[in-house]
């Protein structure tokens, strides 16, 4: 061989020298450093930064882990590519092996969710749908585990390939969490701590097997299907009024009273209707006092303000217990609207004691005490 043939064979043979991996993006979880046709030459130095690790990869298969520090590569430092390519002690040769980085320090911020929605099972209100979304933060424990299970057997290098597939586990596991917590639909809200901690837990082992800890969970918001969070909304309703007489029918009156005050000759554009709206205001927000005697008793409740037909002075009581007062058009109002029978005892200061509200003349309900009769005929 002359001497341009060995000058052209030293030429073609690009021997790499130094190894290293400068990441510039610092969201990169695996790099593929870029051996490609080149050898690594015998005696090259290996440099891995800090929250890095580098693997030695022998035609698939995992060879020597390299942590933090500087290498100069020998068969002394590479026991297994020694072991695998079958070397003798002291080969000096250029090489070719692919080699990986990995960034092992902690990605924090990262984003889950459920792109379609997830079925749960309540006791309440049966199948419904919710979905769901938040954070949560990882590192690579174990990079030959995750080269083996993620990079070499899938494929995937790219941090969004990666983290889809991450996430596909997390809305998998996260639905069985949520089955499994038994948690009702009402109580999800005020338990995303609980949930969170739960998912970190039953998560572990699942991303353990990916050479993955997951060193944070939080769960953000958790939606449900518009209908259940009205049913909610109105539990909430009912848990402020209390358990109360009749609370729910005065819920939906006054509901239906606020629809028809925005329509020409709804309930608010007649008297009846609006006495009516003034006594369920009164009756709701009475109905938190606490009951006096029942009707007959001789302890009479304190009587109100002034007399007037205009100042509240009525009080009702029905089963048990008292409501009001009201005033006489607010109380009109009721009976005309069916909200009170005429039949229920009442009582206003001045009154001798409980009666039916037909026998109060004041009220014209047609009860009361007889007029006298008509004076007789002039004789003839």
Same mark, same amino acid.
């Given at each position: 061989m002359g001497f341009f043939d060995n000058l052209k064979n030293q030429i073609s043979h690009q021997w790499i020298e130094i190894i290293e991996w400068l990441d510039d993006s610092n969201d990169t979880l695996v790099y593929r450093f870029p051996v490609y046709n080149q050898e690594i030459k015998m005696g090259a130095q290996l440099t891995v930064r800090e929250n890095q690790a580098a693997i030695f990869i022998n035609e698939g298969q995992v060879a020597d882990l390299f942590k933090p520090g500087r290498y100069e590569l020998s068969t002394q430092n590479l026991p297994i590519l020694t072991t695998l390519r079958g070397w003798k002690y002291g080969f000096q040769s250029p090489f070719k092996a692919e080699v990986y980085f990995f960034n092992t320090r902690i990605f924090t911020d990262l984003k889950w969710g459920t792109s379609n929605p997830v079925m749960m099972r309540d006791a309440e209100f049966g199948m419904i749908r919710m979905r769901a979304f938040g954070t949560y933060a990882l590192r690579i424990a174990d990079p030959k585990a995750f080269f083996t299970t993620i990079v070499g057997t899938q494929g995937l290098t790219t941090t969004d390939e990666i983290l889809g597939q991450l996430r596909s586990t997390i809305i998998s596991q996260f639905s069985d969490i949520i089955a499994e917590s038994k948690i009702a639909a009402l109580d999800l809200a005020s338990s995303y701590?609980? /949930? &969170? +901690? /739960? &998912? =970190?837990?039953d998560l572990g082992p699942a991303f353990a097997q990916f050479g993955l800890e997951v060193s944070r969970f939080n769960i953000d918001n958790i939606s449900l299907p518009e209908e259940v969070e009205a049913a909610i909304d109105q539990r909430t309703k009912l #848990?402020? /009024? #209390? +358990?109360? /007489? #009749? =609370?729910?029918? =005065?819920m939906q009156t006054a509901e239906s009273i606020k629809i028809a005050a925005a329509n020409p000759g709804g309930v608010a554009g007649i008297g009846a209707g609006l006495g009516a709206g003034m006594a369920i205001g009164q009756t709701m927000g009475s109905a938190f006092n606490a009951p006096p005697p029942p009707p007959g008793s001789s302890t009479a409740p304190p009587p109100p303000p002034g007399g007037a037909a205009n100042t509240p002075r009525w009080s009702l009581a029905i089963d048990g217990k008292t409501y009001g007062p009201y005033t006489d058009d607010a109380l009109k109002g009721m009976i005309q609207s069916g909200q009170v029978a005429a039949s229920t005892s009442a009582w206003h200061p001045g009154a001798s004691g409980w009666a039916p509200l037909e026998s109060y003349s004041e009220l014209g309900l047609g009860g009361g005490?007889?007029? !006298? !009769? !008509?004076?007789?005929?002039p004789s003839k």
């Open positions: 701590r609980e /949930l &969170s +901690d /739960l &998912s =970190q837990k #848990g402020v /009024l #209390g +358990d109360r /007489l #009749g =609370q729910y029918a =005065q005490t007889p007029p !006298p !009769p !008509p004076p007789p005929p």
